[in-house]
């Protein structure tokens, strides 16, 4: 284990038994950084969001749990939390306490605080289709800190309130002060649309309403959250949206710049001599970007992801820049293995060789790297560093280092410093295998994980911390008997020029055992549906302390996406609890995303066993098909071809669309209906249990006067095609190629058009043709496959609604020389008649 951390962790090694999995943390290991920087551990923190330091060198710690750490100049971490939320926020998913900033003028002692209120529901739900009744809303408010590292909760000041998040995810939540004295917030879209009117993840159009502070940089008066004087938006048809939404139509004021899906961090410039920031914004499937904080900016979500328009390819880029919108000044895709922009922060003038002056830093959560922006071009600073959340420089001996915080290892804060060319301090790691057991219990401690940056030999320096003589080494491991008890061994390792690491620590427990779990639910093997309640339950016991209450448990889920994870539930305390399963984090990620839960029971002497299982969910091929063949679709936001296979989740909402199109020939198509029966060309669809295929059929526009005539080289309708648009076309053709790019000789035929009855009429039909005739009226098969060779009633007959436009379709196929098609039409009133071309036409 680890130094620092006052428990044990047992593993009982990579074993999977039905389902079950015993784990515990790896050691920490530190980012691999240029020649003359260190990266060195600061603080244990369990998920750390973001950071902040007072004027007098505290660094405040926001946990997203709900808790604020207080970690003091002289560098403690204070035990206690300075403000504890927990009783008022919700968890889930990715909700928390998110951001926290510091008042600039000390004598306020003011702090700032982002985070997720808990609504009028316990359950903090979370919805695809809408928000949901009782969900929690985002805030931020305003505290006091007071010089005893305390903050009384009735020190409370709300800013901002009433900040959609309906699915829980994408609710940015960075906040800082900028140099002209305002408070800068930014807000992510919600995951899902609270209003229920697009969908989620691509589909989401929340940050496109101006009367919600969704998708937004904010800019406010700190001290009462009002409207910055100069904000962009102010005047007629604007208002306040400082606590609620306006209503629709209506520009908040609150509102700096817009268009975001997720800018989950921003960072001003210290050295700019005025305001000046970057804002992250985390893409959907194809670009992370970086963009210019700018006061009335559109970026452009989801109309535009990164400097394309979102299309779910990086290789294509669809329309130019609408205008109005404004590009980021940096993108990235994923095909290095990113994914994920997170934090970011200005290199401070002076603190660092001047090649780093004004180059901006960021990270990316996904693979673990702080990259570099200068004069346009990005590398490399850190890698290696388990997913970087939050950066911030901060004070260190003397100057500033870059602190970032990380949730490798459960959650670490750590610092990177340059040292230039001066001998750089060695990193200690040390385990102890086995931790725990019968006493007296022989075990090795093993320093094999330390590491000296300049790559210098080590020498290792321990102590046993039961009373025995401490011990150098020049190999990394050495071997001890503890006798019953608790002990905590020590290991500092020094390299060859005498510099010596901090110390770490590990905890043995002789005369003790770790804890068996039992994990009960969810069963191994078992399966999700979308917006099921899930039921977490377990228990534990030890041979020192027998059955293991409640108190002693604690659960944790994230989701796993792909070589990354998502927190989502907890640590929640006890026996049990239950969540209601989420959908993947988009429909890209449902192939390779799924649930894992972690129960973790300690003991009274503070030996931990952890034991996981995956929950996957029931994964549903959804083949999405046009006819005819080769229309284009939206799902979720991404533009397909029919037919294409989508890998979904069963009870997952997917938004589908049929969007404007045209063939080559430059012939409009829009929906005629979907195999389901749905009319709706914009649509909610939820993914049944097993593989299933849904298809639209598109006709040709009836906003075009005329009939359109689509000529097939082939019988079935499938092979060459040419389409007309032709007022003039009768029902007759003669010998030789009825349109040119078709053959003479077999060809077949798809007419289009619309009928408008005066009144109700019943249609009967008689046709001439030897070959065959189908006739669709109002998405209905009337005839299939109908030949004869003298006039006659068709049996299929249908009633059309008076005043009703009626799609008709009539396919001629296998037509050789004259054929005739006659459409007839009978009612009450009148007796039969020949219905000519023109009738066919639209109105």
């Not at 010089?147 to 309130?161: Q, R």
């Not at 200690?428 to 093993?446: E, F």
């Not at 379709?809 to 009450?828: C, F, K």
């Amino acid at each position: 284990m680890r130094g620092m951390r006052q428990v044990v962790q047992v593993v009982v090694g990579a074993l999977a038994v039905a389902g079950l999995t015993v784990v515990a943390s790896p050691p920490a290991l530190g980012a691999t950084v240029p020649s003359g920087f260190t990266d060195a551990l600061v603080a244990d923190v369990d998920n750390p969001t973001a950071i902040a330091f007072t004027a007098d060198g505290r660094m405040l710690v926001a946990q997203q749990a709900g808790r604020l750490r207080v970690r003091t100049a002289a560098g403690t971490l204070l035990s206690t939390p300075a403000l504890d939320l927990t009783g008022r926020l919700c968890t889930n998913a990715e909700r928390g306490l998110l951001g926290v900033a510091v008042d600039p003028d000390p004598a306020t002692r003011a702090i700032y605080v982002f985070y997720t209120a808990r609504g009028t529901s316990t359950s903090c739900p979370t919805s695809q289709r809408a928000n949901p009744a009782g969900a929690p809303t985002n805030r931020v408010s305003r505290f006091v800190l007071g010089d005893d590292n305390t903050v009384d909760l009735a020190s409370e000041t709300i800013l901002l309130d009433g900040i959609y998040s309906s699915e829980g995810n994408h609710n940015a939540g960075d906040l800082h002060v900028g140099k002209d004295g305002y408070l800068y917030v930014t807000t992510g879209d919600g995951g899902c649309d609270y209003a229920g009117d697009s969908g989620c993840a691509g589909s989401n159009d929340a940050s496109r309403d101006r009367n919600v502070l969704n998708g937004k940089v904010l800019r406010v008066v700190r001290t009462t959250g009002a409207p910055a004087p100069g904000n962009p938006f102010t005047g007629s048809g604007t208002a306040s949206c400082r606590l609620a939404p306006a209503p629709a139509g209506t520009i908040c004021q609150e509102t700096f710049a817009w268009g975001l899906r997720n800018p989950f961090r921003f960072a001003f410039d210290p050295d700019a001599a005025g305001t000046v920031f970057h804002v992250n914004d985390v893409g959907q499937n194809a670009w992370e970007e970086i963009d210019l904080g700018t006061a009335g900016a559109d970026y452009g979500w989801p109309v535009r992801e990164g400097h394309c328009a979102q299309t779910g390819s990086a290789s294509s880029c669809g329309a130019p820049l609408p205008a109005g919108m404004t590009d980021p000044i940096h993108d990235y895709t994923r095909s290095t293995g990113c994914g994920s922009i997170t934090g970011g922060a200005f290199v401070p003038h002076g603190v660092w060789p001047a090649a780093y002056d004004d180059a901006y830093l960021f990270a990316d959560y996904v693979c673990g790297r702080i990259m570099m922006l200068s004069d346009g071009t990005r590398t490399n600073l850190a890698t290696g560093l388990g997913g970087a959340v939050h950066l911030e420089f901060g004070p260190y001996a003397g100057s500033q280092a870059l602190y970032y915080t990380t949730y490798a290892n459960g959650g670490e804060v750590r610092r990177i410093a340059y040292t230039g060319t001066e001998n750089r301090p060695p990193t200690a790691v040390v385990t102890a295998s086995p931790a725990t057991g019968a006493a007296p219990l022989a075990t090795t401690l093993d320093g094999s994980g330390s590491a000296d940056p300049d790559g210098g030999a080590l020498t290792y320096l321990w102590s046993f911390g039961d009373g025995a003589a401490d011990a150098t080494t020049t190999t990394p491991t050495v071997r001890h008997t503890y006798a019953a008890g608790s002990w905590t061994a020590t290991l500092r390792v020094r390299d060859a020029a005498g510099a010596t690491s901090s110390p770490v620590t590990v905890r043995i427990s002789s005369g003790n055992t770790a804890p068996v779990v039992t994990l009960t639910s969810p069963a191994a093997g078992a399966t999700f549906t979308v917006g099921d309640t899930i039921r977490l339950t377990g228990s534990a016991t030890d041979a020192q302390d027998g059955t293991l209450p409640g108190a002693s448990l604690s659960w944790t889920v994230v989701r796993v996406h792909d070589a990354h994870t998502h927190p989502f539930l907890g640590p929640v305390t006890g026996t049990g609890t239950s969540f209601t399963a989420p959908g993947p984090e988009d429909l890209a990620a449902a192939a390779n995303s799924y649930l894992r839960v972690s129960l973790t029971a300690t003991d009274a002497q503070g030996v931990e066993t952890t034991v996981t299982r995956d929950l996957q969910p029931r994964k549903v091929a959804v083949t999405l098909g046009t006819s005819p063949a080769g229309r284009t679709l939206t799902v979720n936001g991404e533009t397909v071809t029919g037919p294409t296979t989508v890998t979904s989740w069963a009870g997952l909402d997917l938004q589908l669309a049929v969007p404007a199109q045209s063939d080559a020939q430059g012939v409009a198509y829009v929906l005629d209906r979907w195999s389901d029966g749905s009319t709706s060309a914009t649509r909610t669809w939820r993914t049944p249990a097993s593989a299933a295929t849904l298809t639209a059929t598109l006709t040709a526009s009836s906003t075009q006067r005329g009939l359109r005539g689509t000529y097939f080289d082939n019988s079935d309708l499938t092979g060459t095609s040419v389409t007309r648009i032709d007022p003039t076309v009768a029902f007759r053709w003669g010998a030789g190629a009825p349109v040119a790019g078709i053959g003479a000789d077999t060809f077949s035929v798809r007419w289009t058009g619309s009928i408008v009855p005066r009144y109700s009429q019943m249609y009967r039909f008689a046709t001439t043709s030897d070959d065959g005739v189908r006739l669709w009226v109002d998405g209905r098969l009337v005839i299939n496959q109908w030949t004869a060779h003298a006039e006659r009633v068709d049996t299929g007959t249908v009633v059309l609604t008076a005043g009703q436009a009626v799609p008709i379709r009539l396919e001629y196929y296998e037509n050789q020389g004259d054929a005739t098609i006659q459409l007839r039409w009978w009612s009450e009133s009148q007796a039969w008649q020949v219905v000519p071309a023109e009738r066919l036409r639209p109105s």
